[in-house]
């Protein structure tokens, strides 16, 4: 069994320094490794990264990332990056990476994502250079989301985005901004591969759980949604859920 403490949207920022760190300390005790889907400051400035990097590295359990949107903010993301890896922390963006977790491996692709919307209403690759702009980054971000998953080699594997891959998990958003939560184009790239679950944060009014079209467990674990530090999965096991525990 592998167990995945999971939470996205912490928006570290100075005012923020010691919030979570209490919970964080009590890790090593109920999961083998951290994920962290986006949104890791509030503006993406160099600054917030390093309260970020204090308050979520020296853990004693992995720690492995994606930004989000709040994370470019600054145009500064290259430099955050950089200061989470100092930190020991596994930053991905279209990469893979495995974790020598209890005698298994884990498995961990990662990609921020981007929008685009859903089947039926989604946007489409036509018309003005920005609309196939806008249609083609999202497209560029699942192929390389899709290319990490099925290149890892592991006992079980995990799809980490920002962004949505499914519309059930942004139920209590408005309809209208669907299209800027997600796309189903990451949707399709996690079920490329074995995935076991899927991990997303961003959409702060949703729901937390969804399957893929093919059938893969979809979580979304933004931190207003799940209202506590972190959540905790376990792999290798009948239910994903089973090793909910509150912090």
């Keep these: 069994m592998i167990r995945i403490a999971a939470v996205g949207d912490v928006h570290?920022?100075?005012?923020?320094?010691g919030r979570y760190r209490p919970a964080l300390e009590q890790l090593p005790g109920v999961a083998d490794a951290l994920l962290i889907a986006g949104d890791l400051t509030r503006h993406g400035t160099v600054e917030e990264a390093r309260c970020m990097?204090?308050?979520f590295g020296g853990l004693g359990v992995p720690v492995v990332v994606v930004l989000g949107n709040h994370d470019h903010q600054s145009d500064q993301q290259d430099a955050v990056t950089d200061v989470l890896r100092d930190a020991g922390l596994v930053v991905l963006e279209g990469e893979g990476t495995v974790l020598e977790?209890?005698?298994?491996t884990l498995g961990i692709a990662g990609?921020?994502?981007?929008?685009?919307?859903?089947?039926?209403?989604?946007?489409?690759?036509?018309?003005e250079r920005e609309m196939k702009n806008f249609v083609g980054t999202t497209e560029a971000i699942a192929e390389r989301l899709g290319a990490a998953l099925r290149g890892l080699d592991c006992d079980a594997l995990v799809a980490?985005?920002?962004?949505a891959p499914v519309p059930e998990t942004l139920t209590g958003e408005p309809l209208e901004i669907y299209p800027f939560l997600?796309?189903?184009?990451?949707?399709?790239a996690i079920d490329s591969a074995p995935t076991a679950l899927?991990?997303?944060g961003h959409a702060h009014h949703g729901s937390e759980r969804g399957r893929t079209p093919g059938g893969v467990p979809v979580r979304n674990v933004a931190h207003p949604v799940i209202k506590q530090a972190?959540?905790?999965?376990?792999?290798l096991t009948d239910e994903v859920d089973a090793g909910l525990v509150s912090i």
Excluded: I, M, W
């Excluded at 570290?12 to 320094?17: A, E, L, N, P």
């Excluded at 990609?111 to 018309?127: D, E, I, L, N, Q």
């Design 160 to 163: 980490l985005t920002h962004y």
């Design 198 to 200: 899927a991990l997303h």
């Design 53 to 55: 990097a204090g308050e």
């Design 182 to 188: 997600g796309s189903y184009l990451l949707g399709q």
């Design 230 to 235: 972190y959540n905790v999965y376990q792999l």
């Design 12 to 17: 570290v920022d100075k005012d923020v320094v």
């Design 111 to 127: 990609a921020k994502g981007f929008g685009g919307g859903f089947a039926g209403a989604c946007a489409s690759k036509f018309g």
């Design 101 to 104: 977790l209890n005698g298994h």
